[in-house]
């Protein structure tokens, strides 16, 4: 079992995670319609982790920013892996909200969901990645 500050702690890398990826999605792509899809989901993401880090701070929690390392480390291969191609940044997102509705999936079975607000951010993210991926099937 986890408790409920860790699961904001990987809720919250999670999600600096996706936005600093969504950054330099925007930056590669080419087509003006998936760059505003892009920014949209950008938004969505500042907000979740805004809401993230109040939820932590009412709670006296402080939050780590992800590391520069793993930061870069991201960036890096997500730029190698869709080599400027809008259809390869659409596969490799989608691949990418995949795999973290997997991990969210199960870091929620692992906590006891004792916290209701908490709850409802991780549902938040799981049914915004749902979302994001069928936007994203159009540049498939």
Known sequence: MINTQELLCFLSETVQIDQHLLSVAIMTASSHGL??????????????????????????WELTDLQPAIRWNHGIR????????DGCIADRLVYMHTTERIS??????????SDEQVSLILQKLLDGNAIQIRQLEAYL
């Open 104 to 113: 969210l999936l199960r870091m929620g079975k692992l906590w006891d969901r």
């Open 78 to 85: 997500f730029r190698l892996a869709v080599r400027n191609r």
């Open 35 to 60: 760059k505003s899809l892009l920014g949209r989901h950008l938004m969505e993401y500042d907000r979740m982790e805004s809401e993230i880090q109040e939820t932590a701070a009412s709670r006296g």
